[in-house]
């Protein structure tokens, strides 16, 4: 069994930076993919990033795509989000995600193995 603790979730103002981390727990997960999903009030949860068990390649939301930057550490079994020039869209809770797949390069929301609980961002106007 895995467990992931997102952190680094708060408030901030439209246009500053924050740094989410994923910490996982209970086994190595340095052979699978992982990403990171995010839901807003009243919306749907929605891919935001992945990344592949090697760090070797990366995939971003278009509503995402050159202010956010995904990477993992796989010595320390954590998967962390860069987020910079933050708009009040992106308020939500992010959720970070395992892949239950080992060695696969994309992470895919129906092969989601483990889940974590979520860390709020808000982002003022």
């Known amino acids: 069994q895995v467990q992931l603790v997102e952190s680094g979730g708060g408030l901030v103002q439209a246009g500053g930076s924050l740094r989410l981390s994923c910490a996982a727990s209970?086994?190595?997960?340095?052979?699978?993919?992982m990403g990171w999903f995010r839901q807003a009030p009243g919306k749907e949860r929605d891919f935001v990033a992945d990344?592949?068990?090697?760090?070797?390649?990366?995939r971003y939301a278009d509503s995402v795509k050159g202010r956010f930057t995904i990477s993992r550490e796989n010595a320390k079994n954590t998967v962390y989000l860069q987020m910079n020039s933050l708009k009040p869209e992106d308020t939500a809770v992010y959720y970070c995600?395992?892949?239950?797949?080992?060695?696969?390069?994309?992470?895919?929301?129906?092969?989601?193995?483990?889940w974590g609980k979520g860390t709020l961002v808000n982002v003022s106007s």
């Open positions: 995600a395992v892949d239950g797949r080992e060695f696969d390069t994309n992470l895919a929301t129906e092969a989601v193995a483990y």
């Open positions: 990344i592949s068990w090697s760090g070797g390649r990366t």
């Open positions: 209970g086994r190595t997960v340095s052979r699978y993919a």
